[in-house]
């Protein structure tokens, strides 16, 4: 089945530690961007790429990384530097402008202790 | 500087009757508008959108109204049921971009 898959479901980090979320695509899509849930704040753009070895920060990328080696892989690193990290992550692919809709994963729930 | 508004944090509506969930936002440059499902836990689907050079779109009992004046849109679900309790997000996005700026969404409930 086509879809998006992202790894791991649920995470616990110590706080200092960097950590990477995994976010295949099956789908064939050329672009993917990574956006952070938190209680009544919406979704936020974190960082997307809208072509392989290519990406742009989005809105909150302070303390975050990412790359777009294969097509269908976008990895987030969540660093130290990122003051505030636990949250819900969700990582999406898009076919291009012509529709607009992005397709989500299920996300991935990371909790610093 | 929050560009996408949803004023109601949450909703409530009897089985059978309409939703009518809002959206209001500040960039007129805004040209493609979405409204996406989310349950606990799961990532967000896509349910409706609606272009600016519309003013309406459905897709069953799906629909959505776009007031370019008023910066506005709204989703209508008719009847509305159990299975629809969930947060519903919109969205817009610019004519030069490819990024979706979301709403801080509506929790909707659905009783019977």
């Known amino acids: 089945d086509g879809g998006i898959t992202q790894s791991p479901k649920y995470l616990f980090r110590k706080e200092g530690q960097n950590v990477t979320l995994s976010c295949e695509q099956n789908?064939?899509?050329?672009?993917m961007y990574w956006y952070r849930q938190d209680p009544g704040q919406g979704l936020r753009l974190i960082y997307y790429?809208?072509?392989?070895?290519?990406?742009q920060k989005g809105d909150i990328a302070e303390g975050y990384s990412v790359s777009r080696e294969k097509k269908e892989s976008f990895p987030l690193t969540v660093t130290s530097a990122q003051k505030n990290p636990t949250a819900f992550y969700l990582c999406?692919?898009?076919?291009?402008?012509?529709?607009?809709?992005?397709?989500f994963g299920e996300g991935s729930r990371l909790t610093v202790l | 500087d929050q560009q996408v508004k949803q004023n109601s944090p949450s909703l409530s509506v009897q089985e059978g009757r309409i939703s009518i969930l809002n959206c209001d936002y500040t960039?007129?440059?805004?040209?493609?508008f979405l409204w996406y499902k989310k349950y606990p836990a799961e990532g967000p689907t896509f349910l409706i959108s609606?272009?600016?050079?519309?003013d309406k779109n459905e897709d069953g009992r799906f629909t959505v109204f776009l007031n370019k004046s008023a910066k506005h849109l709204s989703l209508h679900i008719v009847p509305s049921q159990p299975g629809d309790s969930a947060v519903y997000f919109c969205?817009?996005?610019?004519?030069?971009?490819?990024?979706?700026?979301f709403g801080t969404g509506t929790r909707l409930q659905v009783f019977p």
């Open positions: 999406a692919s898009s076919p291009g402008r012509i529709t607009g809709e992005l397709f």
């Open positions: 789908l064939n899509h050329d672009a």
């Open positions: 790429s809208q072509i392989v070895n290519d990406f």
């Open positions: 960039n007129s440059m805004f040209d493609y």
């Open positions: 609606i272009s600016s050079i519309k």
């Open positions: 969205a817009a996005r610019g004519p030069n971009t490819d990024k979706l700026i």
